[in-house]
């Protein structure tokens, strides 16, 4: 499976942007997926994350309530919109596929894409 992370980019806080990911790889709907993010001088932190049917999905608390994660398996997409932004989520942010949600949980991803950095201006 490979992984294209697109939609980052500089927005004022507030405001919304759009993370998608892009899979190739006819497997990718055995997987599960999951958005990442590192801010400078912090760990990674996973940031949201669906399970491979769709039916279950996960967010660190501090972005409950403002992300939601969504999958497309016809288009092997992924998408993370994100609303109401804050200085804290800046970051660069991953995109990666695990073999289940809680192995994403725990940190542990079989297939990265390259990040894609959103700043959030205060």
């Known amino acids: 499976v490979q992984l294209q992370a697109s939609g980052g980019g500089l927005v004022q806080a507030g405001g919304s942007l759009r993370l998608s990911c892009a899979a190739s790889?006819?497997?990718?709907?055995?997987?599960?997926m999951g958005w990442f993010r590192q801010a400078p001088g912090r760990e990674r932190e996973l940031a949201a994350a669906i399970t491979w049917r769709g039916g279950s999905t996960y967010y660190v608390g501090s972005v409950k309530g403002r992300f939601t994660i969504s999958r497309d398996s016809a288009q092997n997409t992924v998408v993370l919109q994100m609303n109401s932004l804050k200085p804290e989520d800046t970051a660069v942010y991953y995109c990666a596929a695990g073999s289940s949600g809680s192995n994403l949980i725990a940190g542990n991803a079989d297939y990265w894409g390259q990040g894609t950095l959103v700043t959030v201006s205060s």
């Open positions: 790889g006819r497997t990718f709907s055995r997987y599960a």
